[in-house]
């Protein structure tokens, strides 16, 4: 039976290792409520929701304190009850400064949140759930940022055929998924029942990795005989948890380069996102709370921890017993995706999905060496790139040549640079080539 | 919040990296061949060691002199050199002038590799590159062969002086594949196998070499489909012509005489000078094996695998080009024509 579930699984990716005992076994624990918490407003993709409150505001936890102008972008929530200490710019993970809202932690409010019953889902329209997502600030939680919202406002004459929930989670360390699914099955069926109810959906399916079995089974036993969802294992393979690839490995499809999945009736959300949903139509309850791994050898004390949103990376690591001395790289996100932080002092923000602490062992920067061509890259590549000739295209500043090469397709998940034995950057030129490409089209338009 | 921040860095990820480095790479396959030096260093005694040696220095010499300095060090630590050296002089035979070895090495490096652009950069084989240069300047000096005569041999020839070397004057004895070609006779298997024939100083001992392709394939080195499918291909060409007519070499000879298995496992397997793509290794295989087979049958020379590779190297660009593999979600394309729909 298993056999016949990977018939479609997608080819090349690799294997790296999983690492993920750290923290597999630790149930989410809550993070109190101190101090000074940041929220960027641009934590989606698209225009970035525009601020309604001004600086010594009192503000409540779950309280909207920035709202959407534009169809691609979502409501920002308080995170906690406390004050507006500043609104300006902000050094982000990234290293780049952005604008932020400060808000400093009420030490004596209770930051409880009352569930606040919603109108009935069941009867709600399609635009109806898309307005009502987009309220809750739900985006994308698996590393995209889209806003959640944008997926339900469907083509004209598109019909729904499956929901897919990503429940893959193949980054190495993380654990997040992991635990929702086996903590909150019954918010992530809750979530898939609302979207197969009102997109009018044939059926649901559930990709988890393998490495997860106890999520698998927590899962099933929570579907309801009358429900059409079904959980399907995955083989335990990066990037399974690429859209298209979980798409390929579950359903047989190849998305058509430049084609959107949701106009082949297919639509998928993160587990995470899927328990958001559930989260705001049946408790009026925002996106406000951010479940994160805090992991790696760097860390002395890894936990999975359910953190509000602005939380400083310096406070996350503290309640994890602080960092070992010889840390020299701390992560935001997975190992192969995640984005490494010069300072501290950025916040966890909406699609922060692990906090990862990586010494000199694991961080260590090979020495590179020139292409070998010994096309391990191109064995690699999900997208079947070549991944060498990018590079070479990349450093030669061809840009125009690596369009023609598909550098379009490439969607960055490492697995090239993971198996260089050369030791180059292959992902790091091509996104720098990309930063390149858009700063041109900028300038010329 | 006393503690304060360790130092960070920003490395992009992806952080992970698997085990194997190029420099690993190269390494590995020198371990998997020590066994086969050992016995050729046994088999044809002090001399063989000492042209080994000279290729090796050769190689080395090559690298450090015609790279630039600041590149030095990095070139060196790569052990590309020391493995084309190794390649080169496992693959000469143990009389050889040991000045000519050196020789060797120096172009196998000059013309095999740096001027390409150094490592990564060439079309073709270095070692072989230095192997074809020396059997085109001193074709006599690189056909004459020894029986294997023990440990403590040195020949003459070996300590000959720079171009003012004499006549080789000693006992020679062809190589099974020379035997095979202009006598007709078969070497028994068994000397096939343990290396006990005239030849090329490494290339005797066919269960040696596949020993370190095992070890090769567990370690990840090679491309398992390069020997693969020369062996298959080789086994097809030369069976069609065993079959048709048996005064043709058979398969099984085929395949363990001459320098199939030392060509196959670690000098087609060069990853430089093979394609990138998993179709395009099996077309360049293949065709090795084709052109092994149809030069030693046909062809002046009783071995062929050195063209054979040198050729294939070649055609790799234009593999390459035709091997690319369909990107995700885009349709077929014709191969001989990219871009347009088939």
Partial sequence: MLANTFLHEFQHGVHPPEHKDYTAAL?????????????PLNQNLGAPPQPVVSVGDRVLRGQPIAEPKAFFSSTLHSPVTGWIRAIGKRRLAEGD?????????????????????????????????????????????GGAALPAHVKYVLREGVKIKTIIANGAECEPYLTNDHRIMLERPQAVLQGLEILQTLLEAEQCLIGVELNKADAIAELQRHIKPDQSIKVVPLRVKYPQGDSKML????????????????????????????????????????????????????????????????????????????LREDTKEVIVGGPMMGIPIASLDAPIIKISAGVLAFTDKEAARPQEYPCIRCGRCVEACPYFLNPSKLARLAKARLFEEMKNAGVGECVECGSCTYACPSGIPIVQLIRSARADISRKKGKSS | MTQKDPKLRVLPSPLLKQPNTSARVMRDVIYALLPATVAGVWLFGVGALLVLLGAIAGTIWGEYVFSPVAERKIRLGDSSALLTGLLLGLSLPPTLPIWMAVLGGLVAIGLGKIIWGGLGHNFFNPALVGRAFLLATFPAAMTN??????????????????????????????????????????????????GNTGGCLGETSALLLLLGGGYLLIRRAIDWRIPAGIFLSVIVFSGILWLINTKYPDPIFALSSGSLMLGAIYMATDPVTSPLTPRGAWIFASGIGFLIVLIRVFGGFPEGVMYAILLMNAVTPLLDRITQPRMFGTPKTNPLQPGKKS
């Fill in chain 1, 27 to 39: 149930p989410t624990q809550r993070m109190p409520f101190m101090g000074q918490y940041i929220l």
């Fill in chain 1, 97 to 141: 400064f952005q604008e932020a809202i400060e808000i400093e932690a009420d030490p004596y409010a209770t930051q409880r949140l009352d569930p606040q019953p919603r109108p009935d889902w069941r009867k709600m329209s399609r635009d109806e759930l898309a307005n009502e997502v987009k309220r809750a600030g739900i985006v994308g939680l």
């Fill in chain 1, 247 to 322: 798409i390929k490995s579950l359903l047989g499809i190849e998305v058509p380069k430049g084609v959107r999945s949701a106009d082949l009736g297919i639509i998928m959300n993160n587990v995470g996102t899927l328990a958001a949903i559930a989260d705001w139509f049946e408790q009026g309850l925002p996106y406000i709370d951010r479940r994160i791994t805090v992991s790696g050898p760097g860390v002395k004390q890894p936990a999975n921890l359910l953190v509000p949103l602005g939380t400083p990376v310096r406070e996350v690591l503290r309640l994890c017993g602080g």
């Fill in chain 2, 145 to 194: 062969w020894n029986a294997p005569a023990g440990l403590a041999t040195i020949y003459q020839s070996n300590l000959a002086w720079p171009f003012l070397q004499g006549n080789y004057d000693m006992i020679t004895s062809a190589t099974p594949l020379g035997l095979m070609k202009f006598q007709h006779h078969s070497t028994a298997f068994s000397n096939l196998i343990f």
